[in-house]
Nanobody, 126 residues
Protein backbone atom coordinates (compact mmCIF):
# COMPACT_ATOMS: atom_id res chain seq x y z
CA UNK A 1 0.00 0.00 0.00
CA UNK A 2 1.38 3.38 -1.00
CA UNK A 3 1.51 5.84 1.87
CA UNK A 4 2.93 9.34 2.26
CA UNK A 5 3.26 10.96 5.68
CA UNK A 6 4.26 14.59 6.07
CA UNK A 7 5.79 16.03 9.23
CA UNK A 8 7.77 19.02 10.40
CA UNK A 9 5.19 21.75 10.14
CA UNK A 10 4.64 24.30 12.87
CA UNK A 11 4.63 27.93 13.85
CA UNK A 12 7.69 29.93 12.89
CA UNK A 13 8.42 33.65 12.84
CA UNK A 14 9.03 35.45 9.58
CA UNK A 15 12.60 34.95 8.47
CA UNK A 16 12.83 31.61 10.23
CA UNK A 17 13.29 28.09 8.88
CA UNK A 18 11.52 24.76 8.92
CA UNK A 19 12.28 21.39 7.40
CA UNK A 20 9.38 19.32 6.20
CA UNK A 21 9.65 15.58 5.74
CA UNK A 22 7.68 13.28 3.47
CA UNK A 23 8.11 9.65 4.49
CA UNK A 24 7.12 7.28 1.71
CA UNK A 25 6.18 3.62 1.94
CA UNK A 26 4.93 1.09 -0.57
CA UNK A 27 7.33 2.29 -3.25
CA UNK A 28 10.87 3.61 -3.59
CA UNK A 29 12.03 7.07 -4.60
CA UNK A 30 13.38 5.54 -7.80
CA UNK A 31 9.85 4.60 -8.84
CA UNK A 32 8.02 7.88 -8.39
CA UNK A 33 8.75 11.57 -8.39
CA UNK A 34 7.77 13.48 -5.27
CA UNK A 35 6.15 16.87 -5.31
CA UNK A 36 5.40 19.35 -2.56
CA UNK A 37 2.20 21.33 -2.87
CA UNK A 38 0.54 23.81 -0.54
CA UNK A 39 -2.87 25.27 0.02
CA UNK A 40 -3.39 28.49 1.92
CA UNK A 41 -6.74 29.33 3.51
CA UNK A 42 -9.20 30.45 0.87
CA UNK A 43 -6.78 29.82 -1.97
CA UNK A 44 -6.24 27.14 -4.55
CA UNK A 45 -3.59 24.50 -4.15
CA UNK A 46 -0.28 25.39 -5.74
CA UNK A 47 2.85 23.46 -6.52
CA UNK A 48 6.00 24.32 -4.60
CA UNK A 49 8.79 21.95 -5.55
CA UNK A 50 9.46 18.49 -6.92
CA UNK A 51 12.22 15.94 -7.22
CA UNK A 52 12.78 12.90 -9.38
CA UNK A 53 15.54 10.48 -8.48
CA UNK A 54 15.07 8.60 -11.75
CA UNK A 55 16.30 11.47 -13.89
CA UNK A 56 18.00 13.56 -11.21
CA UNK A 57 15.60 16.46 -11.61
CA UNK A 58 14.43 19.10 -9.20
CA UNK A 59 12.03 21.97 -9.74
CA UNK A 60 10.77 25.01 -7.88
CA UNK A 61 8.17 27.65 -8.40
CA UNK A 62 9.53 31.16 -8.61
CA UNK A 63 8.05 32.28 -5.30
CA UNK A 64 10.22 29.81 -3.34
CA UNK A 65 13.28 29.53 -5.54
CA UNK A 66 16.47 30.41 -3.64
CA UNK A 67 14.62 30.01 -0.32
CA UNK A 68 13.47 26.38 -0.39
CA UNK A 69 15.57 23.30 -1.12
CA UNK A 70 14.21 19.85 -1.90
CA UNK A 71 16.25 16.71 -1.31
CA UNK A 72 15.76 12.97 -1.07
CA UNK A 73 17.25 10.28 1.14
CA UNK A 74 16.86 6.94 -0.60
CA UNK A 75 18.00 4.99 2.44
CA UNK A 76 15.19 6.49 4.49
CA UNK A 77 12.80 6.69 1.52
CA UNK A 78 12.09 10.23 2.60
CA UNK A 79 11.99 13.57 0.81
CA UNK A 80 12.73 16.80 2.62
CA UNK A 81 11.79 20.39 1.95
CA UNK A 82 14.12 22.82 3.68
CA UNK A 83 12.36 26.16 3.93
CA UNK A 84 14.40 29.24 4.80
CA UNK A 85 13.57 32.93 5.00
CA UNK A 86 9.94 32.09 5.56
CA UNK A 87 7.33 34.73 4.86
CA UNK A 88 3.72 35.12 6.01
CA UNK A 89 2.60 34.22 2.48
CA UNK A 90 4.19 30.79 2.94
CA UNK A 91 1.48 29.98 5.50
CA UNK A 92 -0.40 26.94 4.20
CA UNK A 93 -1.01 23.25 4.60
CA UNK A 94 1.84 21.51 2.80
CA UNK A 95 1.20 18.21 1.06
CA UNK A 96 3.56 15.79 -0.58
CA UNK A 97 2.50 13.71 -3.55
CA UNK A 98 3.98 10.85 -5.54
CA UNK A 99 3.66 10.64 -9.27
CA UNK A 100 5.17 10.15 -12.68
CA UNK A 101 6.91 13.43 -13.29
CA UNK A 102 8.84 16.32 -11.81
CA UNK A 103 8.14 19.12 -14.24
CA UNK A 104 6.65 22.57 -14.61
CA UNK A 105 3.40 20.94 -15.70
CA UNK A 106 3.30 18.61 -12.71
CA UNK A 107 3.82 21.53 -10.33
CA UNK A 108 1.31 23.81 -12.03
CA UNK A 109 -1.44 21.23 -12.48
CA UNK A 110 -0.51 18.23 -10.28
CA UNK A 111 -0.68 16.22 -13.52
CA UNK A 112 0.56 12.69 -12.99
CA UNK A 113 0.44 12.88 -9.21
CA UNK A 114 -1.29 9.71 -8.05
CA UNK A 115 -0.84 9.55 -4.30
CA UNK A 116 -1.17 12.25 -1.67
CA UNK A 117 -0.36 12.66 1.99
CA UNK A 118 -2.67 14.32 4.51
CA UNK A 119 -0.58 17.44 4.92
CA UNK A 120 1.24 19.38 7.60
CA UNK A 121 0.45 22.96 8.61
CA UNK A 122 3.02 25.72 8.36
CA UNK A 123 2.13 29.04 9.97
CA UNK A 124 4.22 32.18 9.58
CA UNK A 125 2.54 35.06 11.43
CA UNK A 126 2.67 38.52 9.93
Amino acid sequence: EVQLVESGGGLVQAGGSLRLSCAASGFTLDEYAIGWFRQAPGKEREGVSCISSRDDTTGYVMSVKDRFTISGDKAKNTVYLQMNSLKPEDTAVYYCAAGDYCSVVSLETAYGMHYWGKGTLVTVPS
